[in-house]
């Protein structure tokens, strides 16, 4: 994501790395405490991918209680996630309010610096209002 300069009126020709207009779905989470994160691509936005993302953080963080805040997507909600909570009762999962703005970027979050200046980061974030 970036900014570029156009005439007014015209539409400017942005140069990406993406293969042929493909979809990328992300999976990812930050642990605000100790500034650590991870992103996970999957095929699509499912419950598959979700499930193997809450695999990833349940690794991640062996023995300790987890708290994880998502959106109301259809994937993060379902028997399968519900019964995946249950099997691991140390993880609990908190659902946003469908709207609300100022829980979403918040301008004195420091992004770690590897994020930012990685590829994937560079294409994630715009460093201008970093």
Not at 25 to 51: E, L, R
Not at 96 to 102: D, G, I, M, S, V
Not at 109 to 127: A, P
Request: hydrophobic share 35%; charged share 25%.
């Amino acid at each position: 994501m970036g900014r570029r300069w156009a005439k007014r009126g015209s539409r400017p020709f942005v140069y990406t790395r993406s293969q042929h207009q493909k979809r990328l779905n992300v999976f990812g989470w930050v642990d605000p405490v100790q500034g650590s994160h991870g992103i996970t691509k999957w095929i699509s936005g499912n419950t598959d991918g979700f499930i193997q993302v809450l695999r990833k953080i349940i690794y991640r963080f062996k023995g300790k209680t987890i708290d994880l805040w998502v959106d109301n997507a259809r994937w993060h909600k379902g028997t399968r996630v519900e019964v995946f909570i249950v099997e691991h009762s140390f993880f609990h999962i908190h659902y946003l309010p469908p709207y609300h703005p100022e829980l979403n970027y918040h301008p004195g979050l420091r992004i770690d610096w590897r994020l930012r200046t990685s590829d994937m980061g560079k294409q994630l974030l715009h460093i201008g209002e970093l």
